[in-house]
């Protein structure tokens, strides 16, 4: 009976531990590098959200998709950047996504992005002119560093 007993637990665990493994996956619970190793993403709703760009070139542009899933946000960027271009299938720019990109001096928004969260560019003090197109149509306070007299 005890052997019995120890068997059925054993299954037991064993299928809650797999299942949790397959609901963790599938939920994007913790950020995937993906096969060229130069983003970090999560999975959203509607697609992929880059968390980090870990490549080294300092004039970036991110592709429409990652590992075949589509690019929807940004939440974080390498410091180091000067020049970024987002496709059109990015929609939201999340809070301090570009935190700290001293280096940054030019931003292509594409023409998909509607929200940028607040203080999405804090830190940018390189970044001088932006060019917001049409399809933006919220900024939240403190996206932008404040130009300094």
Do not use: H
């Not at 690019?71 to 950047?81: K, L, T």
């Not at 992005?113 to 049409?134: E, M």
Request: some cysteine.
């Amino acid at each position: 009976m005890k052997k019995l007993l120890s068997i059925f637990l054993s299954l037991a665990m064993l299928l809650t531990v797999t299942a949790g493994s397959v609901l963790s996956a599938y939920a994007g619970d913790g950020a995937i590098t993906d096969s060229t190793g130069n983003w970090e993403y999560t999975a959203v709703s509607g697609g992929v959200e880059i968390t980090q760009y870990k490549g080294t070139s300092t004039n970036v542009s991110v592709s429409s998709t990652v590992d075949s899933k589509t690019v929807v946000s940004i939440s974080g960027f390498a410091s180091s950047v000067k020049t970024v271009a987002l496709p059109d299938t990015v929609t939201e720019i999340k809070a301090n996504a570009f935190y700290g990109c001293v280096n940054l001096t030019s931003v292509d928004f594409g023409n998909g992005v509607k929200t940028i969260q607040a203080n999405a560019f804090y830190g940018c003090t390189s970044l001088k002119t932006i060019d917001i197109p049409d399809s933006v149509t919220t900024i939240k306070a403190g996206a932008f560093p404040v130009a300094q007299a």
